[in-house]
């Protein structure tokens, strides 16, 4: 069975400062992977996906995220953090192209300090 | 349409009360999905449509909830003899089929008083 684990339920940087959002999966097969941001009040928007090709993913607004099979991990990062990155961050799973069951991670909230 | 369209953006209802939410998703979307947002919750998976097949309801909490989607464009989420604990955000979302990309609407929040 599928599953997805955001280690941090909130995270706080500093402007200017790297950001790493943590997710780490569980799939019995070659899974896709998702990252999707919320801003208050506003739907989810995708950032950034990875299905089997690149392992590293780059995605909009400076995000990018690493696919390590090996850990089993999706961290999501950007090297200098703005304050419009403050959001919620949601790591998705599923279980790759054909299926339309997704798994979501329960978000981890961005904060970001002037 | 541009996006994924949802009405209303809020609601407000007393317990007992029945409840119509609307998607209207993306033109050309065969794929149509609706989501619960709990307070500090995941998404949870409520009901799946495509195209013209049979809806995959799986993850409908329980039998006051029902969702149907007219021509395979707009869908309606229906939960009758609303409960305290169906409080949360509604979110709608449409792909085109296969494309492993899911676009969401703003959502639905409903408050059951």
């Known amino acids: 069975a599928q599953s997805v684990t955001q280690l941090d339920s909130h995270v706080s940087v500093s402007e200017g400062t790297p950001v790493l959002l943590r997710c780490n999966y569980s799939s019995s097969y070659s899974p896709s992977l998702f990252w999707y941001v919320q801003h208050p009040n506003k739907g989810l928007q995708l950032l950034l996906k990875y299905t089997s090709a690149a392992t590293l993913v780059k995605g909009i607004n400076g995000f990018e995220a690493e696919f390590k099979k090996s850990e089993t991990s999706f961290h999501l990062t950007k090297p200098s953090a703005h304050m419009s990155d403050a959001a919620e961050y949601f790591c998705v799973v599923s279980e790759g192209k054909g299926t339309y069951k997704y798994i979501f991670g329960t978000g981890t909230r961005l904060k970001v300090l002037a | 349409g541009a996006g994924v369209s949802q009405s209303p953006s809020n609601k407000v209802t007393e317990k007992g009360k029945d409840v119509e939410l609307r998607c209207d998703p993306i033109?050309?979307?065969?794929?149509l999905y609706w989501y619960r947002q709990s307070l500090g919750q995941g998404l949870e998976f409520l009901i799946y449509?495509?195209?013209?097949?049979?809806?995959?309801k799986s993850g409908l909490p329980s039998d006051r909830f029902s969702a149907e989607r007219t021509g395979g464009s707009v869908s309606t989420l229906t939960i009758q003899r609303t409960q305290q604990e169906d409080s949360a955000v509604y979110l709608c979302?449409?792909?085109?089929?296969?494309?492993?990309?899911?676009?969401f609407g703003a959502g639905s929040r409903l408050t059951v008083l």
């Open positions: 449509f495509q195209g013209n097949s049979a809806p995959d």
């Open positions: 979302a449409s792909s085109l089929s296969g494309a492993n990309v899911l676009t």
């Open positions: 033109s050309g979307h065969t794929a």
